[in-house]
């Protein structure tokens, strides 16, 4: 890294950026991505960083950064490579879904130009990125996680042997998939069944990759953790705020650090994944279901920004780009948590104060 008084930061986040110039973009990874994207680069910023991005001709260009427009039919990943040849970049920042590997890809990208990346290895990325292997993983630490198998492994539904208890419904989700995208509800077996008969034919979503999990009720949860190489703290918790309509989840935002008085409980778990998992470095979040009787389970982790990193510079007393990039960068971990809260909603886009 050069030695000078101001770093210099290539900021990609996916689905803004470009990623998705030539096929028309999914409103709701849309939202997200812009609100994280300008978050970030108004905490790098404020921080005396300087940034270059590029952004989808199709969205607004970023205020805080110096970006390059991408058109449909433009080769976006050589715009990319020429933009992390530049000799003054010291860093690379990546927000993007992990689905199909698109994460792990950008990890790819950015270690063949050299450069330093600010977040989890790739290794870390490859194992969280299929929910799985995640769950085998952490199950495997004595963490707690939902039963899974794959759907079309399941059936007929005598093979539901794999689960022993008697299931408060049926969720079905892409293994690899991002936010709440193609994750359903089914109150019942027949109800299952003749989602499995119909979805087998329908070619947006992939079938052999579906996960079928047994219905946790609880309260959904997660939390914004960062790390060092040796060190893990659990800055935030938070409430999620998830829809169920017409079968399907959605997601509509969170009560950043409205769940504050669950991160013990949290810090025990997200210390627990690490030794799991050793490579989550930087930020990660992990969703989370709270049982009535205050046990946690892990549901997935998010090797990358989350959504409620939004909210977080409201909620804590230093900077949290910094935090992370001092975690990273100088493997420097400062054990801070959030003293208050904020609300974060989407699609409406509007942030207001925790009540």
Known sequence: MQNKSRLKIWVCEYVSAGGLASVDLPASLLQEGLLM????LADLSRSDVDCITSHDARVTAPAAAVSTGIQAGDDVYAIWRAQLAAADIDACWVIAPETDGILERMCELVAESGKRWIGCSQTAIRQTSSKSLMADLCAQAG???????YLHAAMPLPALSWYGQAASGWVVKPDDGAGCEFTYYFK???????????????SAIPYDKLLLQPYLPGQPLSMSVIASSQQVTVVAGHQQWLKLEAGQFSFHGAGVNQAARHLP???????NIQRAIPGLTGYWGADLILDADDLLTLVEINPRLTTPYIGLCKVLERNPARMILDAVLNNCLTTLVATSAVAVSLPSLTESPAQ
């Not at 994207?37 to 970030?40: C, G, I, S, W, Y």
């Not at 963490?143 to 198998?149: A, F, G, K, R, V």
């Open 265 to 271: 409980l949290m810090q025990a778990m997200a210390e």
């Open 37 to 40: 994207r300008d978050a970030l």
């Open 188 to 202: 019942n077996d027949f109800e299952l069944i003749e989602f499995n008969n119909k979805i087998k034919s329908d």
């Open 143 to 149: 963490i707690s996680t939902i039963p899974h198998c």
